[in-house]
């Protein structure tokens, strides 16, 4: 999250595309034959706007990590659903609310099939973001949105690293005040089970 505007890459061609891949991707998980063949080939045909397949999948790492209720969440516990992951923090002025109001926007567009699909919210400052600031902060975009947090650097790690997610804290030495945090500004999409495959990639806007 940094001062610059950054939006939803190609605007609602990047949302309905994710809209279009979470239908298919909950449709799998009732057995229609058309959806599994979408999901079980080795690309999406055609790739929908505004996305990149990941081919081959990548397998959700193992890691551990709190949610906004206390409880432990780890990779076997995103499976089963089909999943949207964004990194970010609840203090970003800009970036990450916007994401968070355009995921809510695809929750709704879903209807029903919402709650066939986790969406997570996984912090980036494990510093300030602690369980109860996320169950504060994201019931404004969606009280059914899932928030994860840690207090140990290296648990944040063992999920950011192998997807290759940049941040980095800029705290004032020695100071608790207001800081920004940089980090990578894209949405992950997983199947319901907990591979990696598609990445929704951001722009600023000429």
Do not use: W
Not at 1 to 18: D, E, H, P
Not at 170 to 177: C, K, L, V, Y
Request: hydrophobic fraction near 40%; charged fraction near 15%; glycine fraction near 8%.
């Amino acid at each position: 999250g940094n001062r610059m505007s950054i939006v939803f890459k190609n605007g609602k061609s990047g949302r309905l595309a994710i809209v279009s891949l979470l239908a298919v991707l909950v449709l799998s998980l009732t057995g229609c034959d058309a959806a599994n063949q979408l999901v079980a080939g080795p690309t999406l045909t055609p790739p929908p706007p505004g996305g990149t397949p990941i081919d081959p999948p990548i397998p959700l790492p193992d890691f551990t990590l709190i949610d906004q209720h206390g409880a432990e969440v780890t990779a076997e516990t995103l499976t089963g659903k089909p999943a949207i992951l964004y990194f970010g923090y609840t203090f970003c002025p800009d970036v990450c609310p916007l994401t968070l109001a355009e995921l809510s926007q695809v929750s709704t567009a879903l209807g029903e099939d919402a709650q066939k699909v986790n969406f997570v919210f996984i912090s980036v400052d494990y510093q300030r973001d602690t369980p109860q600031r996320l169950s504060e902060y994201l019931p404004a975009f969606n009280a059914d949105f899932i928030g994860l947090t840690t207090t140990d650097e290296a648990n944040l790690q063992a999920l950011t690293q192998p997807l290759g997610i940049y941040y980095e804290l800029a705290p004032e030495a020695g100071s608790q005040a207001e800081y920004l945090v940089a980090h990578t500004a894209s949405t992950f999409m997983l199947d319901a089970q907990g591979e990696v495959r598609e990445k929704f990639a951001y722009r600023t806007p000429p």
